[in-house]
T-cell receptor, first 114, second 111 residues
Framework: DAGITQSPRYKITETGRQVTLMCHQT?????MFWYRQDLGHGLRLIYY???????DKGEVPDGYVVSRSKTENFPLTLESATRSQTSVYFC?????????????FGDGTRLSIL | TQLLEQSPQFLSIQEGENLTVYCNSS?????LQWYRQEPGEGPVLLVT?????EVKKLKRLTFQFGDARKDSSLHITAAQTGDTGLYLC???????????FGSGTKLNVKP
């Protein structure tokens, strides 16, 4: 009963480096999401995916790239990290796109960019 | 600017007191969810409300969706230390499960 797991839990990197955050879910949920959580802003949607090979932008997509070749995985890549991307990143999944469906969140990745 | 404004941002109360957290917007939402988040963990869903005027109860927690579906409130009766956490509201707009989150209310219940 793993649910949704994110890795790594903590990451420190330098500006300009590429970094990939991993997200894996065991429920075969169709929808997956990436959020960032910053003080005073709550959670903001970066990218989402409705199914394998279908992705779309959220509120704050600039500087991020996603892919979804398999239903269970939804990695998030920062191609050239900047200090403003220091944040806590959460991956979530939901069974469908209906708005009464719960989103199930991972425990987050705390990313620091120096 | 946030689509959903939560108030208060911080709340520190004694065990046994009552409290209300508000989630307001000028936009209409098709549904609204409340989550609770503990330090070092992801948010966990408490409730979803979908109908204007709807009231849902979860033990000592009462959730209300405004008649116009622009606002919501969370009322906790006789708070306990286990209620401590960050409470987030999230409103759905659009054709799929796309939620806009408020900035959260950090609740501390003291023994």
């Amino acid at each position: 009963d793993a649910g949704i797991t994110q890795s790594p839990r903590y990451k420190i990197t330098e500006t300009g480096r590429q970094v990939t955050l991993m997200c894996h879910q065991t429920w075969s949920h169709s929808y997956m999401f990436w959020y960032r959580q910053d003080l005073g802003h709550g959670l903001r949607l970066i990218y989402y995916s409705a199914a394998a090979d279908i992705t779309d932008k959220g509120e704050v997509p600039d500087g991020y790239v996603v892919s979804r070749s398999k239903t269970e995985n939804f990695p998030l890549t920062l191609e050239s990290a900047t200090r403003s991307q220091t944040s806590v990143y959460f991956c979530a999944s939901s069974e469908s796109g209906r708005d009464n469906q719960p989103q199930h969140f991972g425990d987050g990745t705390r990313l620091s960019i120096l | 600017t946030q689509l959903l404004e939560q108030s208060p941002q911080f709340l520190s109360i004694q065990e046994g007191e009552n409290l209300t957290v508000y989630c307001n917007s000028s936009s209409v939402f098709s549904s609204l969810q409340w989550y609770r988040q503990e330090p070092g963990e992801g948010p966990v869903l408490l409730v979803t409300v979908v109908t204007g005027g709807e009231v849902k109860k979860l033990k000592r927690l009462t959730f209300q969706f405004g008649d116009a579906r622009k606002d919501s409130s969370l009322h906790i009766t006789a708070a306990q230390t286990g209620d401590t956490g960050l409470y987030l509201c999230a409103g759905a707009r659009g054709n799929f499960n796309k939620f806009y989150f408020g900035s959260g209310t950090k609740l501390n219940v003291k023994p």
